[in-house]
């Protein structure tokens, strides 16, 4: 019985050992795959992301003015292979544990971003940005050539490429 006594007095003395959330912080573990984060600026609209999404939970859609990306948490299953094969870094596991939601909220929990697009340098055309995370992927130097090719669309690049070798 004194034994009892004295571990329950020690545990009271030394006060919780759970988290204290959530009424107070907590923390993820490192790597922790929680809702996906994504960030429109980054995006080049290539659609692997949902290319590579197992549940459907990502869709890229085209409108009249560029590109749309959208998310559901619902049918995500946070596997991380959308942020595993961006080429960009655009999207990712954040440590946001955060996915309980009521029943009426179902269809709330989503992204929905437009992607952001520039005109071509050449015509009226609107394409993704070529972001220098993507160029550096492609290119051992980002120089203005490359810059220049980049702010092309695929028809003014194209057209560019022949001038450039029969005229
Ligand atoms: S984490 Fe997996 S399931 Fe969720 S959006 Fe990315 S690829 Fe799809
Ligand atoms: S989020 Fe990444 S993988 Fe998905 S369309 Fe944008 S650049 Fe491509």
């Not at 919780?16 to 922790?32: A, L, R």
């Not at 596991?93 to 996915?99: A, G, I, R």
Request: proline share 5%; net charge negative.
């Amino acid at each position: 019985m004194a034994q009892f006594f004295t571990i329950a007095l020690r545990n009271f003395l030394k006060g919780p050992t759970t988290d204290p959330y959530p009424f107070g912080e907590t923390y993820t573990p490192e790597n922790y795959r929680g809702i996906i984060a994504y960030s429109p600026e980054l995006c080049i609209g290539c659609g692997t992301c949902e290319y590579v999404c197992p549940s459907g939970a990502i869709k890229l859609r085209h409108h009249e003015s560029g590109m749309n990306f959208s998310y559901w948490l619902s049918t995500c299953c946070h596997c991380g292979n959308c942020g595993y094969y961006c080429p960009t870094d655009a999207v990712f596991n954040s440590n946001d544990f955060h996915t309980a939601r009521a029943q009426s909220e179902k269809y709330d929990a989503t992204i929905n971003d437009d992607i952001a697009s520039v005109q071509c340098s050449r015509c009226d055309a609107m394409i993704p940005r070529a972001v220098d995370a993507l160029l550096a992927r492609a290119y051992d130097e980002i120089t203005d050539t490359v810059r220049h090719r980049a702010s092309l669309c695929p028809d003014c690049r194209r057209l560019e490429q022949f001038e450039r070798m029969y005229l």
